[in-house]
């Protein structure tokens, strides 16, 4: 960080002005360091939803949204999606490198022989009901962990920090499918170490102990793009609540869960779900014909329909992640013969509608990640409701990165945002 630049608020009630020093990043908008406002001037500034507030500094993840730019610990995501594998990724991430040969196995071990969970782990699961959202049951399972690894909770110790992450990595595959399959009834898969990460996770979640799961090439290479494109993003509503969480010293797992809790919403990580269950209602309706009538829908405030899949709040030309997501959606479904898909063909003609439409262009709404990723997580065969635990998975990485980098940040403070208060003035009880 550099700072040479300042800049001056000025006021017209009389406060004297202020110089704040601004400072820029690596790359990026500079910032303007306001930590000494409120002490100068009884003043806070408001910013609901963060729209100009950098709440921290960081170096893992960078987005130019105006550029649809996505890089991890600088490399490209169209690089990494085409040159590494998901844990690859996941050392990158966690380490600030990508690993070499040794590094790599050695991690790969590491991960695959942290997989199993504690057989007490499986008796948390029977206390839900089987029609239970897979999202609540791994919010509690994951807030759970932290009661069975006493070993590994001193945040202050980058040991500890460093077992918590392998951990959570290695184990979330092993949680979501227990998750998918308590829900339909079928007995848990335990881990097998020879197989990758993903193709491990695709016989946890798809194998039964009747036969022999062998896993398809192209659908783990899919599925592994699947948790590559979202293992990390910057500084979302989710990681931020991780970050947030982690500020007051709670414990690792214990903030995954909270980060969990928020990826679950439809305007974040719920956006797949909503975004395919959107498409199956526009078939039902009546397919393409009826795209129409949808998009008049859409562009109707009243209505309060929005285009699943389409937006975000930093992407404001292209979200690099769709593009890379359509290139594998369409590998799926040919290798499994359903380059017919009706939904693909309802996707593809809205979405060819949406990018010439007057409302959607000045907005600056393209599709995003989630537009393609239900599609090919259907044709994987993972049923609708989980599509949020798989972007969970993946995403644990990032999340628990983020932290260990807070953590490790000697100018941490417990994260405490103020408020413009509007309620009843002081009043006594009559
Ligand atoms: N469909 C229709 N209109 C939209 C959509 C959409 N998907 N997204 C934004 N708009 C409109 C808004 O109504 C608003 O219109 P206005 O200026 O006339 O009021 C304008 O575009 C700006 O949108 P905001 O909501 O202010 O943008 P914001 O940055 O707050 O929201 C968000 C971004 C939440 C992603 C939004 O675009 C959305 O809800 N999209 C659909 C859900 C979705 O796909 N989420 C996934 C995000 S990616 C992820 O989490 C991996």
Known sequence: ?????????????????????????????????????????????????FLSTAACESKITYIDGDKGELLYRGYPIEQIAEKCDYLDTCYLLLNGDLPD??????????????????????????????????????????????????????????????????????????????????SIGQPFMYPKNDLSYTANFMRMMFGTPCEEYTPNPVLVKALDRILILHAD?????????????????????????????????????????????????????????????????????????KLMGFGHRVYKNYDPRAKLMRETCYEVLEELGLENDPLLKIAMKLEQIALEDDYFVQRKLYPNVDY???????????????????????????????????ISDPDQKIGRPRQLYNGSVRRDIR
Request: aromatic share 10%; glycine share 8%.
């Open 101 to 182: 040969a040794k590094q790599s196995k050695d991690f790969n071990w590491t991960v695959m022989h942290h997989t199993m969970v504690h057989e007490q782990m499986t008796r948390f699961f029977q206390g839900f009901r089987r029609d239970a959202h897979p999202m609540a049951v791994l919010v509690g399972c994951v807030g759970a962990l932290s009661a069975f690894y006493h070993d590994s909770l001193d945040i202050s110790n980058s040991e500890h920090r460093m077992i918590s992450s392998i951990r959570l990595v290695a184990k979330m595959p092993t949680l979501v499918a227990m998750a998918y399959k308590y």
């Open 233 to 305: 993003h910057e500084q979302n509503a989710s990681t931020s609540t991780v970050r947030l969480a982690g500020s007051s010293g709670a414990n690792p797992f214990a903030c995954i869960a909270a980060g969990i809790a928020t990826l679950w919403g439809p305007a974040h990580g719920g956006a797949n779900e909503a975004c395919l269950v959107m498409l199956d209602e526009l078939q039902r309706a009546g397919g393409v014909e009826k795209i129409g009538e949808f998009i008049r829908q859409v562009k109707d405030k009243s209505s309060n329909v």
């Open 372 to 406: 393609y990723s239900g599609i090919v997580q259907r044709a994987l065969g993972i049923p609708t409701d989980m599509f949020t635990c798989i972007f969970a998975l993946a995403r644990t990485v990032g999340w628990i990165a983020q932290w260990a980098e807070m």
């Open 1 to 49: 960080m550099t700072t040479t630049k300042k800049a001056t608020l000025s006021f017209s009630d009389g406060t004297p002005s202020i110089e704040f020093p601004v400072h820029s990043g690596a790359t990026g908008p500079d910032v303007i360091d306001i930590r000494k406002l409120y002490g100068a001037t009884g003043k806070f500034t408001f910013d609901p939803g």
